[in-house]
């Protein structure tokens, strides 16, 4: 069974970059076909996608946010990393980060149990 767990800041100031972390155990994310997404959810809203990487080390990212976002992993530490910059706050939401085997339609088998972040001065 794959886990995942987000951490990171829950409070963040506006202008400031949102970096949040997911740390996978019960399987390595590279392995073959598994895409590491994260997804947000503002509040009284539904859920975004907001980009994904894949197994390969390839990015796939949301073409409102792809000029804030930057996604990245570390294989040893078997982690990816969410980076949005130039926040506001209307990127107050939860934070989650899940896996599948593809990226925004695809469906996600497994999920962190997300994190609040706040962007507040």
């Known amino acids: 069974q794959v886990q995942l767990q987000e951490s990171g800041p829950g409070l963040v100031k506006p202008s400031q970059t949102l970096s949040l972390t997911c740390t996978v155990s019960g399987d390595s994310i590279a392995t073959d076909y598994y895409y590491w997404t994260w997804i947000r959810q503002p509040p009284g809203k539904g859920l975004e996608w907001m980009g994904t990487i894949s197994y390969r080390g390839n990015t796939y990212y949301s073409p409102s946010l792809k000029s804030r976002t930057s996604i990245s992993r570390d294989t040893s530490k078997n982690q990816f990393t969410l980076q949005l910059s130039s926040v506001t706050p209307e990127d107050t939401a939860v934070y989650y980060c899940?896996?599948?085997?593809?990226?925004?339609?695809?469906?996600?088998?497994?999920w962190g149990q997300g994190t609040q972040v706040t962007v507040s001065p």
């Open positions: 899940a896996t599948g085997t593809g990226t925004e339609w695809s469906p996600y088998f497994f």
